[in-house]
């Protein structure tokens, strides 16, 4: 199980629980810790990018990109789940998931870089990968209303962006990586009955 997995277990675990305002409180601040945890992770790679005299505006711009990625997504989990109360947890539930996914990316990008002093050659997505996601997006949007597809298109296309600078500066098997990532992303946001 990924670490960003075992972690939100244990949020979840001690979260879940209580008054709806304590399980919110509770949320909203994991989603604060995380927050510094990404803050941090990211200074720390762009500092390491800037020792190795790599240019650092593209992982600003693979941030930038991600942030907007991760606000459409988790926009869309958040309108999926409406009138019900329990939109706004499940809100802050996709932005902690999101964020320790992109706090372990960070983390590795480092780790690369102060073992190998650049980023690997990046290697296209595996035909796998790729097929799967596109299976269960489509897939997907059989379980959606139309607004709410226009929704999911509006995450897709801005994750995408993220994606493509993401790899253009991580390299290796980040394509594949990510497309990974999404699907697990948009089946731990489904609280329905699996589809895929």
Wanted: aromatic share 8%; with cysteine; glycine share 6%.
């Amino acid at each position: 199980m990924p670490i960003a997995a075992l972690l939100l277990a244990v949020v979840a675990n001690s979260c879940d629980r209580g008054s709806t305002y304590d399980i919110r409180a509770c949320w909203s601040s994991a989603d604060d810790v995380a927050a510094a945890e990404l803050g941090a992770a990211y200074a720390t790679a762009k500092d390491e990018l800037r020792v190795l005299g790599i240019n650092p505006a593209p992982l600003a711009a693979a941030q930038g990109a991600w942030a907007t990625a991760r606000d459409a997504g988790c926009s869309f989990e958040y309108e999926l789940y409406l009138p019900g109360t329990i939109a706004p947890q499940l809100g802050v539930e996709c932005d902690v998931r999101m964020t320790h996914a992109r706090t372990q990316r960070l983390a590795a990008l480092t780790a690369a870089l102060k073992a190998h002093g650049r980023t690997p050659a990046e290697r296209p997505v595996s035909a796998t990968a790729g097929a799967q996601l596109d299976r269960f997006y489509r897939l997907y949007q059989e379980q959606l209303t139309t607004t709410q597809q226009s929704k999911l298109a509006q995450a897709e296309n801005a994750w995408i962006t993220y994606r493509d600078r993401a790899c253009a500066i991580e390299g290796g098997a980040c394509l594949t990586d990510l497309e990974n990532e999404r699907i697990a992303e948009l089946k731990a946001g489904w609280l329905g009955e699996a589809f895929w």
